[in-house]
């Protein structure tokens, strides 16, 4: 972890607690987007973060690898943007409607075994670290 975290390239050491200070800009845009009536009463409410936290960081062993090494995952509940997120997810829901669209591994086997394109090619690559 502390290797990780180490890394300047992927992580910055702070000498105070940023939360409080970007809720208050996030709030203050909200508002101005709810006035303009970009955004509605209902997604303000999703959207305006109260009592946030920094984000949480943690390990989790690759149990399928030799060695189980650790994946780091970081848990973005309850932070600053958790509700903006939730609010854009709703709001651009129609956008996962689609047939190239797999919503889970359920639906990738049932496309899987439903495809007529025998002469096609499937490729998986493992990706190492997806969003540093």
């Known amino acids: ?51 946030s936290r920094l984000a949480r960081l943690y390990y989790l062993p690759k149990l399928h690898k030799e060695n189980c090494p650790l994946r780091p995952v970081m848990s973005a509940i309850k932070t600053v943007n958790y509700g903006l997120g939730k609010m854009l997810t709703s709001r651009f829901s129609h956008l996962r409607q689609s047939q190239y669209v797999i919503k889970d591994s359920s639906d990738f086997v049932t496309k899987l075994t439903n495809t007529k394109n025998v002469d096609k090619l499937m490729i998986s690559f493992d990706v190492v670290s997806l969003f540093t």
């Open 1 to 51: 972890m502390e290797e990780l975290l180490g890394d300047n390239t992927k992580f910055k050491l702070v000498d105070h607690d940023p939360t409080i200070t970007n809720e208050d800009q996030l709030i203050r845009l909200l508002s101005r987007l709810k006035k303009d009536n970009f955004i509605t009463e209902a997604e303000y409410k999703v959207a305006k973060p109260s009592g």
